[in-house]
T-cell receptor, first 113, second 115 residues
Framework: QKEVEQDPGPLSVPEGAIVSLNCTYS??????FMWYRQYSRKGPELLMY????GNKEDGRFTAQVDKSSKYISLFIRDSQPSDSATYLC?????????????FGTGTSLTVIP | SAVISQKPSRDICQRGTSLTIQCQVD?????MFWYRQQPGQSLTLIAT?????????ESGFVIDKFPISRPNLTFSTLTVSNMSPEDSSIYLC????????????FGPGTRLLVL
């Protein structure tokens, strides 16, 4: 079983739609959760990060962590064509789990004008 | 956040040759990381580059194939040696940001195609 599972998509939505991107994980020791956005031919760009459970909002983006279900989500409201990219989730533990980051395979998103 | 640059941005190489990728950070950092990103796969950590000591390699990666240098706190190189088409990938340099959470920041990547 992979440490992190992410639906690769591709996901195609009309402009203005609400987008939901999700990852599941198996290691209950993960404490830090991140979302990266990667445009074509670019490196991953940190979009959101949260610690433990709960929600975090930043503009049109909301990150949710449900540790009881081992499930994290990224919501994009009022999606724009400029949001078209691959979104990767990542997570990290503490202490004995080491400092290694575990990444999902990425979900490809296209927002159609 | 850290600003990271990589050289070259892309290259096409012949099998059996070697390529050295450079990574420069705009601030001093203790650890730098090298990842490989292949289509449809998650980012794979190759090694952690520590200043003043040998790099720490992950399972499946060896120093003879991926020698790493870390001469100071802002610079590192990764060499892909004796390349084969299976080495075709994007190679990414990354660092930890400052602060309690220490999220990772990535360079723009080096796209490598081995013929």
């Amino acid at each position: 079983q992979k440490e992190v599972e992410q639906d690769p998509g591709p996901l195609s939505v009309p402009e203005g739609a609400i987008v939901s991107l999700n990852c599941t994980y198996s290691n209950s020791a993960f404490q830090y959760f991140m979302w990266y956005r990667q445009y074509s031919r670019k490196g991953p760009e940190l979009l959101m990060y949260t610690y433990s459970s709960g929600n975090k909002e930043d503009g049109r983006f909301t990150a949710q962590v449900d540790k009881s279900s081992k499930y994290i989500s990224l919501f994009i409201r009022d999606s724009q064509p400029s949001d078209s990219a691959t979104y990767l989730c990542a997570m990290k533990g503490t202490g004995n789990t080491g400092n290694q980051f575990y990444f999902g395979t990425g979900t490809s998103l296209t927002v159609i004008p | 956040s850290a600003v990271i640059s990589q050289k070259p941005s892309r290259d096409i190489c012949q099998r059996g040759t070697s390529l050295t990728i450079q990574c420069q950070v705009d601030s001093q950092v203790t650890m730098m990381f090298w990842y490989r990103q292949q289509p449809g796969q998650s980012l794979t950590l190759i090694a952690t580059a520590n200043q003043g000591s040998e790099a720490t390699y992950e399972s499946g990666f060896v120093i003879d194939k991926f020698p790493i240098s870390r001469p100071n706190l802002t610079f590192s190189t990764l060499t892909v040696s004796n390349m084969s088409p299976e080495d075709s990938s994007i190679y990414l340099c990354s660092v930890w940001g400052t602060g309690a959470m220490g999220a990772q920041y990535f360079g723009p990547g080096t796209r490598l195609l081995v013929l």
